[in-house]
C-alpha cells in the first residue's frame, strides 16, 4: 500500500525566512497530493493541494511542487509569520474512492 | 457551503464507561465520512470510514465502532472505555464522485480516560 513520509519533523525559522517541508510517496498511482496545516487544538485545515497534471502550484506565500518521476513533493512557505507556527500534514491519494494517506507530520515554528 | 459539526468538545470519562461522539456534515448529500484518532504529538490515525448509510470499514482492530444512521451523521462508540482510548479525536468528510476531493476535518474532541 502507499506509503508517505515527511521530513523534517520539526522545523524552526526566523520571522520572514523560508520554511521547506518535503515528502515522498511510494505508489506511483497516487495523482493527489493534499497540504494540511493544523493549530493546536483544532482540526487540519486544508492550505492547498495539487494534482499530478501540474508541476507547481502557488496561492499568496504557499506554494507546492510535484516531481512524480521522483515521487516527491514539497511544501514552500516565503515570509513566514509567527501564525504560521503549526503543524503541517502532506498526504496522497489515488482516487476519491480511496484512502488519503497522510505523513507523520512538521512541527513548524515560526519565531519572532 | 459545506460545514462539519463534532462534539463534543472535551470529555472526561471514566474507565469502564461507554462512548457516544457524534459527527454531522451539512450542505452536501452522500459525503464520504471518516473517524481518525490522533494521540499527543502524533499522526493521524485512521479508524473507520464510511461510503454510505450502513456501510463501514474498520481499519484497526479495537474496543471501538461506528455507525452511520443517516447519510450525513457518523458516530463513533464504546461500550466499554480503556485508557489506552484516550486522545484527539477527528470527523472528517469528502465528496463522492468523480476526481480527487480534499478531506475536510472537524474541530475534534478531546477524550481523557480517567
Given at each position: ?9 520539526t ?10 517541508i ?12 493534499p ?8 482540526g487540519?485545515?486544508?492550505?492547498i493541494d495539487?494534482?499530478s497534471?501540474v508541476?507547481?502550484k ?5 506554494a507546492v511542487?510535484?516531481n512524480k ?9 516565503t ?10 500534514f ?10 488519503v ?12 | ?6 462534539w463534543?468538545a472535551t ?5 469502564g464507561?461507554?462512548?457516544s461522539?457524534e459527527?454531522?456534515?451539512e450542505?452536501?448529500s452522500n ?14 490515525q485512521?479508524l473507520f470510514?464510511?461510503?454510505?448509510i ?10 471501538l465502532?461506528?455507525?452511520r444512521?443517516?447519510d450525513r ?6 461500550k466499554?472505555l480503556?485508557l ?5 479525536y477527528?470527523?472528517?468528510w469528502?465528496p463522492?464522485?468523480?476526481g480527487n ?9 478531546r477524550l481523557?480516560?480517567?
Amino acid at each position: 500500500g502507499e506509503n508517505v513520509e515527511q521530513h523534517p519533523s520539526t522545523l524552526s525559522v526566523q520571522e520572514g525566512d523560508s520554511a521547506v517541508i518535503k515528502c515522498t510517496y511510494s505508489d506511483s498511482a497516487s495523482n493527489y497530493f493534499p497540504w494540511y496545516k493544523q493549530e493546536l487544538g483544532k482540526g487540519p485545515q486544508l492550505i492547498i493541494d495539487i494534482r499530478s497534471n501540474v508541476g507547481e502550484k502557488k496561492d499568496q506565500r504557499i506554494a507546492v511542487t510535484l516531481n512524480k518521476t521522483a515521487k516527491h513533493f514539497s511544501l514552500h512557505i516565503t515570509e513566514t509569520q509567527p501564525e504560521d507556527s503549526a503543524v503541517y500534514f502532506c498526504a496522497a491519494r489515488k482516487t476519491s474512492y480511496d484512502k488519503v494517506i497522510f505523513g507523520p507530520g512538521t512541527s513548524l515554528s515560526v519565531i519572532p | 457551503s459545506q460545514t462539519i459539526h463534532q462534539w463534543p468538545a472535551t470529555l472526561v470519562q471514566p474507565v469502564g464507561s461507554p462512548l457516544s461522539l457524534e459527527c454531522t456534515v451539512e450542505g452536501t448529500s452522500n459525503p464520504n465520512l471518516y473517524w481518525y484518532r490522533q494521540a499527543a504529538g502524533r499522526g493521524l490515525q485512521l479508524l473507520f470510514y464510511s461510503v454510505g448509510i450502513g456501510q463501514i470499514s474498520s481499519e484497526v482492530p479495537q474496543n471501538l465502532s461506528a455507525s452511520r444512521p443517516q447519510d450525513r451523521q457518523f458516530i463513533l462508540s464504546s461500550k466499554k472505555l480503556l485508557l489506552s482510548d484516550s486522545g484527539f479525536y477527528l470527523c472528517a468528510w469528502s465528496p463522492t464522485g468523480f476526481g480527487n476531493q480534499p478531506q475536510h476535518f472537524g474541530d475534534g474532541t478531546r477524550l481523557s480516560i480517567l
